[in-house]
T-cell receptor, first 112, second 112 residues
């Protein structure tokens, strides 16, 4: 089945540093989504990307839909303690069906 | 976005028993989905819950093990049948349609 390769698996950074994570696939996706999951909660949508080349920001977060439609990245600038959590990318293959394939997740830890 | 409520939030069950998880949405939604998140892992789609008809299951998941109901556009249930310790996971409901998928907080299930 389709797989998304998300990297890195974990990150340990200092507060205030910038963060970058990415997802790649051998399949072409028509939508890329980025979620954050805190302990004991469900994933929360951060950014949705719908067009190849699209660059979208949400506060300190910026994500891009790769030109080839096979990859996406998420950047977090000036990290703060509440950014701690697990970040997941998700790709939607078929428009309308909304079936999502998830990456393995990136666990972000921040040292104050 | 729609507010999603899952019940129970957590449970501890004996092997061989079955548990039904409920997902209630505060507005009518076109699409509802059920995911499994095994400990420390990413999310895997179990099935798409179709209103008024049988659910559409993903490879590796079968109706006998995970029967799903969706009697209307705001409610769905997932039953985990004949549970074994390998079924210990977080089970998540999500909703979609005209917007990206949003998730409930999940049901944390442990089987002894």
């Amino acid at each position: 089945g389709q797989q998304l390769n998300q990297s890195p698996q974990s990150m340990f950074i200092q507060e205030g540093e910038d963060v970058s994570m990415n997802c790649t696939s051998s399949s072409i996706f028509n939508t890329w989504l980025w979620y954050k999951q805190d302990p004991g909660e469900g994933p929360v949508l951060l950014i949705a990307l719908y067009k190849a080349g699209e660059l979208t920001s949400n506060g300190r977060l910026t994500a891009q839909f790769g030109i080839t439609r096979k990859d996406s990245f998420l950047n977090i600038s000036a990290s703060i303690p509440s950014d701690v959590g697990i970040y997941f990318c998700a790709g939607q293959l078929i428009q309308g069906a909304q079936k999502l394939v998830f990456g393995q997740g990136t666990r972000l830890t921040i040292n104050p | 976005s729609a507010v999603i409520s899952q019940k129970p939030s957590r449970d501890i069950c004996q092997r061989g028993t079955s548990l039904t998880i409920q997902c209630q949405v505060d507005s009518q939604v076109t699409m509802m989905f059920w995911y499994r998140q095994q400990p420390g892992q990413s999310l895997t789609l179990i099935a798409t819950a179709n209103q008024g008809s049988e659910a559409t299951y993903e490879s590796g998941f079968v109706i006998d093990k995970f029967p799903i109901s969706r009697p209307n556009l705001t409610f769905s249930t997932l039953t985990v049948s004949n549970m074994s310790p390998e079924d210990s996971s977080i089970y998540l409901c999500s909703v979609g349609g005209n917007q990206p998928q949003h998730f409930g907080d999940g049901t944390r299930l442990s089987i002894l």
